[in-house]
């Protein structure tokens, strides 16, 4: 399924000739500056975009355009020096594009954005900014730039594959499960953090140059570190040179190699001191599950490798069951609200569903070695995987209740709390017990941004000062103060 010739990463100068003129109905295609991962751990390399059409503004294909102006070069192609604008885009686009086809191609499911609009807007330096995000109002992914104060070299985010890959991935899980950017919970804002990086680490494995450094890192044995495993390694080491510490825990963002356990976020501290140490921020969260999902990651290569793989070949394919085992949790996620023990059992549910159950005792074992699942679970207590239906009925049924915050909730007493509930399933009380648990949790962690009446609020304001979006913020509607989710996700 996934053609490797569609890869032509060892070719850094343009090449010499125009492209043959696409032939009647087939679709073109140009070289692309590209790094699956970033100029820290790889140089970039090219990558050909097919189905490439002229955008608005800057080339596009069918579910993404560039928001900007690129000129090709005189060959045709987009390949640029590192550090210009022309490859912050190029890498931007070519990023976005590659992950929205590998995963329509991997998994099978075509992605139907719930932002009403068919194409994700790409903007490679949308300001200065230590971060990247998705923004579900704009249908936009953002990358951004910002100088590195201890090597005074300026970091681009959008120059990481790994990062583009992760933004995309929110897109994606956002156009199958949109109710989830509305859901509170720490769990499921992390899932979608958690979704990103899986999605970031097989994408990166995809690419043969980067498979054979993790062999040459690994040998295949995915438990020593490798450039796949750790994500966003130069806007890590940028985060730590800004912060003066060592915040993320290494030379990177974050890695799936970890031996985090579960614990109820809502007793956990938001982000603490020791990067080691398990927070409930999402993003800090994500990698508990994130670790879980690389321990049954590397179960497969193991897997592969004893059935006589050598491990290049084991990668390869535990990289394409990666993103089939992506899809399939997508499809069978819960549709609302879920704990990380919903999602683990729905995990086994899409395996049992969708895969013959093939990888039902390595999934359980993890999540059960990570306390996801408990110690005693057993499978029978795994239910149906949900009934399938369009992206569009999914994004139809995503209804708003508001939920009146009752208790001392400081400033934010007296508020509604939006949440979703599906447009055929009643909410109950139970519910809204937990909703209040959730958000006093992070009300008290400082995730909700208070406004004043008529304040205006601009994209910015949507951010703390770590540079972190808030989980929400408080509008004032007619008088009355209301709590809405952040749909802008870094
Ligand atoms: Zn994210």
Request: hydrophobic share 35%; aromatic share 8%.
């Amino acid at each position: 399924m996934f053609c490797n010739t569609l890869h032509n990463n060892h070719r850094i100068t343009p090449a010499q000739t125009r492209p043959a003129a696409p032939k009647q109905g087939a679709p073109a295609s140009a070289e692309f500056s590209h790094n699956p991962q970033d100029k820290v751990v790889l140089e970039p390399g090219t990558y050909s975009v097919g189905g490439l059409k002229s955008g608005d503004i800057g080339p596009a294909v069918d579910k993404a355009r560039l928001n900007e102006q690129l000129a090709p070069n005189a060959d045709g192609n987009y390949i640029f020096e590192q550090g210009t604008p022309g490859f912050h885009a190029a890498n931007s686009f070519s990023a976005v594009a590659r992950t929205i086809k590998f995963f329509e191609e991997g998994t099978g499911m075509s992605i139907g954005w719930s932002f009403k609009k068919p194409q994700l807007d790409v903007n490679s330096d949308a300001g200065e900014m230590l971060n990247a995000y998705y923004q579900k109002g704009e249908g936009s992914v953002n990358f951004f730039h910002s100088t590195d104060p201890k090597t005074n070299q300026v970091v681009w985010s959008g120059d990481s594959g790994e990062v583009v890959s992760h933004e995309v991935g929110h897109a994606i899980l956002d156009a199958f499960r949109p109710a989830y950017l509305m859901n509170w919970r720490a769990d499921c804002g992390a899932f979608h953090e958690s979704f990103g990086d899986m999605l970031a680490l097989v994408m990166s494995l995809q690419d043969d140059r980067v498979l054979a450094k993790v062999v040459e890192q690994t040998g295949g044995d995915m438990t020593k570190p490798n450039l796949s495993a750790n994500l966003g390694e130069e806007l890590g080491i940028t985060i730590n040179n800004t912060s003066g510490k060592n915040r993320t825990g290494g030379d990177y963002t974050r890695t799936a190699i970890n031996n985090l356990k579960w614990a109820d976020p809502k007793t956990l501290p938001n982000n603490p001191e020791d990067p080691n140490e398990l927070g409930s921020e999402v993003h800090n969260f994500s990698r508990l599950w994130t670790g879980a999902f690389y321990d049954v990651f590397t179960g497969i290569v193991n897997e592969n490798r004893a059935a006589g793989m050598d491990a290049a070949q084991a990668l390869r394919e535990a990289s394409n069951e990666g993103l089939r085992m992506l899809g399939r949790l997508v499809k069978g996620a819960p549709r609302f609200d879920f704990t990380y023990k919903d999602m683990a059992k729905a995990f086994i549910a899409s395996d049992r569903d969708g895969n013959g159950g093939k990888h039902v005792d390595l999934i359980t074992q993890s999540y059960k070695n990570r306390g996801i699942l408990p110690a005693d679970f057993s499978l029978s207590e795994v239910g149906p995987s949900p009934v399938p239906r369009s992206l569009t009925d999914e994004q139809a049924a995503v209804q708003k209740d508001l939920v009146p915050l009752v208790g001392d909730f400081g400033n934010f007493s007296g508020a509604v709390v939006e949440v979703p509930r599906d447009v055929d399933t009643p909410r109950f009380a139970a519910d809204d017990a937990a909703l209040r648990a959730d958000m006093k949790h992070l009300i008290d962690a400082g995730r909700i941004l208070y406004t004043e009446p008529h304040q205006r609020i601009t994209t910015k304001d949507l951010f703390d000062k770590n540079g972190q979006p808030y989980i929400g913020v408080l509008r004032w509607k007619d008088g009355q103060p209301v709590i809405e989710r952040n749909q802008v996700v870094a």
